[in-house]
């Protein structure tokens, strides 16, 4: 099975400084390579990779700065562009900047495994050989467990992290159906609540630590645009969203393990997190209306990582041998779970906790309610429409709980 094992690396002064240079030329080649294909595309003719690659080569006599870097992380780039416009379409595709809305982070990849060596020098550090890099110290974090197929060194903010693609060896678990099922609710107030009637939350950031980002963020306002005090104000910014955000991917891959150990089957509402949180503000032809409240609604669903905690599952889900599924939302606020009862009305749901059913009394906790109704859509084979890159699973069916078609909206393509 391939699996990916992340370190937090630590470059000394010649690294980092060429490693920002590789990433510059990735951003260069990324962003020349798109306009090209876009450029005939306009023109309706078409370019693809091989050619794009040969023209690089050729790019490479003229211009020396592209020789300074490794060629692999070039043609990588090259490809990750190509797959990323087969898939969407070069119009969808981003661009690579340095700064503002289209910021990416430096990250390249070295293909050739068999180029990497990887040695460990201690109980807590290791040492990676990479092509024109040299050794790159690392933290050893977890065991590597298998062998390299790719590194990839990434920066964020001002750490740098490497990660490899590693071949356990272990073979892709198959499903086992005797053990449990669970269906999965995810929420504002409780990020996840599950049909057994669980919940897991967390806050990724103390009060004390909300205090301090507010207080910055009306510091940084104050500052001069491109001020050096204003570059200290962001880098002081930058350390607690990172805090917050590795807290969250740890609350996503912890509940997820929980969720997915010991159980055969996990389904999930399909949601489209990026057509629900779409721009509050609206755009020039159609304003939006309750703007500030939307937007409050949109940080909170950004905050509790809903989208994170699918990949985790389906990470785990690998790993467990468990099917992940995902089933239309639609009314599974509003149905009641009772079997033989099944009611649907919008008045069932009391309040944002409280759910009542008005044909028979039933009582429970909406969240709870919400992941029973997932449940029973998953086991009654409900058709629902999956993201493209999931992996298409079978649902084993058992019963006939209350499975009601309502169609359900198409899932927009994420933009890379
Ligand atoms: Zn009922």
């Not at 809305?101 to 060596?117: A, L, N, T």
């Not at 159609?286 to 985790?312: C, H, Y």
Request: with cysteine.
């Amino acid at each position: 099975m391939l699996t990916g094992r992340k370190y937090r690396a630590y470059l000394d002064v010649w690294q980092a400084d060429y490693a920002e240079q590789i990433g510059a030329v990735c951003r260069a080649v990324w962003n020349t390579a798109l306009e090209q294909r876009r450029s005939y595309r306009r023109r309706g003719a078409f370019i693809g990779y091989r050619n794009q690659a040969r023209e690089l080569a050729e790019a490479k006599v003229e211009h020396p700065w592209l020789r300074t870097v490794p060629a692999h992380c070039l043609q990588q780039t090259l490809m990750d562009l190509d797959r990323a416009c087969r898939t969407y379409s070069p119009w969808k595709v981003n661009w690579r900047a340095r700064v503002g809305r289209h910021f990416w982070s430096p990250s390249f990849r070295f293909p050739d495994g068999k180029r990497i060596r990887v040695k460990r020098i201690g109980r807590k550090w290791g040492l990676a050989k990479l092509p024109k890099m040299g050794w790159i110290r690392f933290r050893w974090s977890r065991p590597l467990g298998g062998t390299i197929r790719s590194a990839t060194l990434k920066r964020d903010g001002s750490q740098w992290h490497i990660s490899f693609l590693v071949e356990t060896g272990e073979p892709e678990r198959s499903v086992s159906l005797e053990r449990g099922r669970v269906g999965i609710d995810r929420g504002i107030v409780q990020a996840v609540a599950t049909s057994d009637g669980r919940f897991f939350d967390r806050a990724f950031l103390t009060p004390g630590e909300r205090q301090r980002l507010l207080r910055l963020e009306r510091q940084c306002h104050r500052c001069r645009p491109g001020s050096r005090r204003r570059e200290a104000v962001k880098a002081k910014i930058r350390t607690i969203r990172r805090r917050e955000r590795d807290r969250r991917a740890d609350f996503c891959g912890q509940t997820a393990a929980t969720v997915v150990r010991g159980n055969a089957l996990v389904v999930l509402e399909a949601l489209n997190t990026r057509g629900m949180t779409a721009s509050a503000k609206g755009t020039m032809e159609q304003p939006g209306t309750n703007v500030a409240a939307k937007s409050a609604l949109n940080r909170k669903i950004l905050d509790k990582g809903w989208r994170m905690f699918e990949l985790a599952c389906r990470n785990k889900a690998r790993h467990a041998g468990t099917a992940v599924l995902t089933v239309n939302p639609a009314y599974t606020s509003q149905t009641c779970p009772n079997s033989g009862c099944g009611h649907v009305h919008p008045d069932n749901r009391k309040s944002q906790a409280k759910f009542v059913c008005t044909a028979c009394g039933h009582h429970e906790h909406a969240d709870t309610v919400g992941a029973k109704n997932v449940l029973a859509r998953g086991h009654s084979g409900h058709r629902a429409w999956r993201p493209r890159d999931a992996p298409v699973c079978e649902a084993p069916t058992s019963g006939n709980p209350q499975g009601i078609t309502a169609p359900g909206p198409r899932p927009r393509n994420p933009r890379l």
